[in-house]
């Protein structure tokens, strides 16, 4: 199935039906020994800084205006995951602007996730196009265009005062990234390791502290998610957090996210992060843009008190099953007009997301959703 609007692209396959989950996987476990701690608690916020540019208000549950990132910080956010294209049509979103915004994370105290698409658009399970810079390269010239890409972005944030602590090598890379060369045909994944391996190696020759996480969108099932990652490692790729997305009406039931990120965990030896998740408030559309998820899970509302609720499950499993982190997709991008899902066409675009963040269509921020370790 296709879904239209922020880029969001999911095989009809995985489209499952949610269930509610245990009482086990609902309440935080009170003896801290029993589980891990959610040290990344985390929010996409990467159409803020064009909302905010618009004139765009959010406010607190008390009803005051503030900025978003205090409001997210407030609810437990401790980290910020900002995307970032090559040359997006819009100008939002590429090297200058996320420079730009970095600096007001990092003011806040807030650590700071560089998502690298590698494309001058959305790149997700089913859309992985190359950058038009470099269109009709070899393999071999992606490798240097990857690398060279990563260290710039990453050595100007490093050179500003705002190294990022963590980066993704692509997103959502199912079957691959940079398209043709760099997808995942008759499983060989040769090209997609290369690419990897240079994405890695401009990382950590920038700063070797930063923590390279590798994402995919296979949260529904141990075989999707081990054909992938075993394929990688198989070549040499190295990489320090594994990272899944997980929307319930996409991936399945909540305590199957669990299965599989305690598998991918066991596994390869390495911390887990859901790196995307998010959850409808209403099913009704601010907008001329149809939303991106219409309907919800087993157990969950659509209402504030479903979506705080959904969230806080999310969290608890991933928590429970060894997850160090849970970001949401996201939550400040409510319907503004001109701020539209197309880079192309952002002033009259619509956004398939309105019903999916945590502001309503007014800024007025969900009362009860909260980020806990």
Not at 12 to 39: I, K, M
Not at 84 to 103: F, I, R, T
Not at 303 to 309: E, I, L, T
């Amino acid at each position: 199935m296709t879904v239209h609007g922020p880029g969001r692209i999911v095989r009809a396959a995985l489209f499952l039906a949610a269930v509610a989950l245990p009482a086990s996987l609902l309440t935080t476990p009170t003896d801290a020994s029993a589980a891990n701690s959610l040290t990344m608690r985390g929010a996409d916020v990467s159409t803020a800084q064009r909302a905010l540019d618009l004139g765009a208000k959010y406010y607190d549950a008390s009803g005051t205006a503030r900025d978003p990132l205090d409001i997210l910080k407030g609810l437990g956010v401790n980290y910020v995951r900002l995307r970032v294209w090559n040359n997006p049509a819009s100008g939002y979103n590429n090297k200058a602007k996320v420079l730009a915004y970095a600096k007001q994370v990092k003011a806040k105290g807030l650590k700071l996730l560089v998502d690298f698409h590698y494309s001058d658009t959305w790149a997700d399970p089913g859309t992985q196009t190359k950058p038009a810079a470099w269109s009709g390269h070899t393999i071999g010239q992606l490798q240097t265009d990857v690398y060279n890409y990563t260290y710039d972005v990453c050595n100007s944030l490093k050179s500003q005062g705002t190294t990022p602590d963590s980066v993704q090598i692509g997103n959502e890379i199912n079957v691959g990234m940079l398209w043709n060369e760099g997808k995942v045909v008759n499983n060989d994944f040769t090209n997609l390791s290369l690419l990897l391996k240079s994405g890695y190696n401009a990382t950590k020759a920038c700063n070797s502290g930063t923590q390279v996480i590798i994402h995919t969108a296979n949260s529904d099932s141990d075989e999707h998610a081990r054909w992938f990652y075993d394929g990688i490692r198989s070549k040499g790729v190295t990489w320090d957090i594994t990272g899944l997305s997980y929307y319930c009406p996409w991936h399945g039931t909540i305590a199957n996210m669990g299965s599989v990120v305690a598998d991918m965990k066991s596994r390869y030896g390495k911390d887990v992060v859901i790196a995307e998740t998010a959850y409808p408030f209403t099913s009704a559309n601010a907008d001329s843009t149809g939303n991106s998820i219409t309907s919800g899970c087993s157990g969950y509302p659509l209402s504030w008190q479903g979506q705080a609720d959904n969230f806080t499950a999310v969290q608890n499993a991933a928590r429970n099953s060894g997850a160090i982190g849970v970001f949401y997709w996201e939550p400040t991008w409510y319907a503004v007009k001109g701020n539209g899902w197309d880079p192309a066409d952002i002033n009259n675009s619509g956004n398939g997301w309105d019903n999916m963040a945590i502001f309503n269509w007014t800024g007025q921020v969900n009362p009860t959703i909260k980020w806990t370790p």
